[in-house]
């Protein structure tokens, strides 16, 4: 049988523009009962500005206080230099971290107040970084299909976001349909351009289910050949900076899909029905 991994965004990208301030306590519970699931990639935080996403201002002390499971990768956001520096006391612990350009420029300008090319040149000291220290690295590009400002993107402006991201290094890179307005057919279009370039077992999807749509474009991308797909218990969060664009798609759902399908996730299906009662309650 097949095997569909899962990198849960739940407790970053999910919690991260919750309007009422979660308690550490909270976040702690829900990604240490996630470590017991059967996943083996958890993004927890992310070094940001806690002034421009104060959900994540205690990043630090999550990463102090979850309880480490052997063999799971926990990854946290470092968009910069000063990030990272955050980020070193944890260097030699199963951490990672995740980087991330806009395939738009609209979306780089609102999110990253740079230009895309401006944005890949922040980030090469930073994996720089991170490859000297021996710390993996996974890549995001968002807006793969849609801009919140721009509009449509060109497929061929995501195959160069995702060209200059590996350029940098040697590193996974998921697609993130970040508004939720991609459909199969342009899915499509995106992962054809892209796959002229990268093999689809480097790619990973993530999709928001906010028109409904995110499981047909996973199925879209499995016949393409992508195994990875990103996730949030629950169906938790969005983008700050994309507005409309609330619900990625659910963990429980995209087990229960890829299942249906005929692949294997190794995860326990009742642990995250619990992680996704709990997350549900975190929701403002």
């Known amino acids: 049988m097949s095997f569909i991994t899962l990198h849960e965004m739940g407790p970053r990208d999910g919690l991260q523009n919750e309007p009422a301030v979660i308690d550490l306590a909270d976040k702690v519970a829900l990604i240490d009962l996630l470590g017991t699931s059967g996943l083996r990639d958890i993004e927890v935080g992310s070094f940001v500005s806690p002034k421009w996403v104060p959900q994540m201002a205690d990043t630090a002390d999550v990463m102090r206080a979850i309880k480490l499971v052997a063999g799971v990768r926990y990854a946290v956001l470092v968009p910069n230099m000063r990030g990272w520096d955050s980020f070193t006391p944890f260097a030699k612990g199963p951490f990672e971290i995740a980087v991330f ?6 979306f780089s ?11 890949i040149a922040r980030l090469r000291p930073v994996v720089d970084a991170a490859t000297a220290a021996g710390v993996g690295v996974r890549g995001y590009v968002s807006c793969v299909t849609d801009c919140p400002f721009d509009g449509p993107v060109a497929p061929e ?3 160069a976001a995702v060209a200059n991201l590996r350029a940098l290094a040697p590193m996974q890179v998921s697609l993130g349909d970040t508004i939720g307005k991609g459909s199969p057919d342009r899915v499509a279009l995106m992962l ?16 928001h289910d906010t028109g409904g749509q995110a499981l047909d474009n996973i199925s879209v991308s499995i016949d393409r050949g992508l195994r990875h797909f990103d996730s949030a218990v629950g169906g938790l969060g969005g983008c700050p900076y994309a507005p409309g664009a609330p619900g990625n798609v659910a963990t429980e759902a995209v087990i229960d899909h890829v299942e249906r399908l005929g692949f294997e996730t190794g995860i326990d299906r009742d642990v995250i029905a619990k992680a996704a009662a709990i997350a549900q309650r975190m929701r403002g």
């Open 157 to 159: 402006a995501v195959a």
């Open 109 to 119: 300008q609102a999110n990253l107040n740079c230009s895309v090319a401006e944005s």
């Open 101 to 106: 350009v806009s395939a738009s420029e609209g």
């Open 192 to 207: 054809d351009a892209v796959l002229d370039d990268v093999p689809a077992l480097d790619l990973a999807g993530h999709f």
